[in-house]
């Protein structure tokens, strides 16, 4: 049986779409959603990983956090490299589609457990309000404490 499919629109801070592509339906809950989508662009090597054509993402986003989860898994094995994290504004979530707003600051979680905040240069630079970057701030440090208690999906790190 196929799953239901989904519209992803990632859009930048001001509400503008950047990108968006197709997921399909793992599971639901009140205030998330949990997709899994595969790597569109082509092989992509930046300092943390390669992100490579194909790539299978579980991605899980939230009506009531500031990020999303994206599980990362190879293409060819299948193996886990990690989890990119993006901080957002909550997601709007339809009977079919997922719209959110990337505040540019994101964090790369390896299997390991070892975490690396990214682009706070792009996230500076954002022309956003005080409180919006608090809320930004506020959700990434949440996040570091949910990787921290080995909080489900990071609850296998180390296993």
Known sequence: ????????????????????????????????????????????RAHYTTLRHHDRFIELFYTDRGYNIFENHDVDDDHLKGWYCNITRPAVISADS??????????????????????????????????????????LAALRQRVERRESPFDVIGK
């Open 1 to 44: 049986m196929s799953r239901p499919m989904f519209t992803i629109y990632k859009c930048l801070h001001d509400g503008s779409e950047k990108v968006h592509y197709s997921g399909a339906l793992l599971a639901r809950g009140d205030h998330w959603i949990q997709l899994e989508a595969r790597f569109q662009e082509p092989d992509y």
């Open 98 to 139: 997922v719209h959110w707003e990337d505040l540019a600051l994101d964090l790369w979680v390896a299997a390991n457990g070892d975490m690396l905040t990214l682009d706070e240069d792009e996230f500076e630079a954002l022309p956003i309000d005080a409180e919006t970057r608090q809320y930004a701030l506020d959700a």
